[in-house]
Nanobody
Framework: QVQLVESGGGSVQAGGSLRLSCAASGRTLSSYVMGWFRRAPGKEREFVAAVTRSGAGTHYADSVKGRFTISRDNYKNTVYLQMNSLKPEDTAVYYC????????????????WGQGTQVTVSS
C-alpha cells in the first residue's frame, strides 16, 4: 500500500505557473505508474497527465499538452506536475494517483488517491 500527499496548490493569475508535488510513503514509488487528475466545480474528475515507472514515458490530456509537464524522482519518492501558462479553466482540485496497471488515463485504473490540492486561476 502507498500513501500519497499533494502540495503546491494555490491561487495564481492567468498566465502564471505552479508546481505541484506528490510525496509517497509506504511502498516504493517505482512500483507504480503515477498520474494527476483534476476535478473542476460541477464537473467529473478528469485525467491530466501520467508518467511511466521509470519516468521515461509521459502522456497528457489534450487540454494541457504543451503547458504542463509531469515528472518523477523515484529516489525522493515524489511526483511533480509543473503547470505553466495557466488558464482560468485549469481551476480545480488536483489529485495525485497511483496504479499497478501499465497504463493510466482513467479514474477506474487508479489504485491509490491523494487527498487533493486546490488550484485557482483568476483572469
Amino acid at each position: 500500500q502507498v500513501q500519497l500527499v499533494e502540495s503546491g496548490g494555490g491561487s495564481v493569475q492567468a498566465g502564471g505557473s505552479l508546481r505541484l508535488s506528490c510525496a509517497a510513503s509506504g511502498r516504493t514509488l517505482s512500483s507504480y505508474v503515477m498520474g494527476w487528475f483534476r476535478r473542476a466545480p460541477g464537473k467529473e474528475r478528469e485525467f491530466v497527465a501520467a508518467v511511466t515507472r521509470s519516468g521515461a514515458g509521459t502522456h497528457y490530456a489534450d487540454s494541457v499538452k504543451g503547458r504542463f509537464t509531469i515528472s518523477r524522482d523515484n529516489y525522493k519518492n515524489t511526483v511533480y506536475l509543473q503547470m505553466n501558462s495557466l488558464k482560468p479553466e485549469d481551476t480545480a482540485v488536483y489529485y495525485c494517483a497511483a496504479t499497478v496497471s501499465v497504463v493510466l488515463d482513467t479514474s477506474t485504473q487508479v489504485d491509490y488517491w491523494g487527498q487533493g490540492t486546490q488550484v485557482t486561476v483568476s483572469s
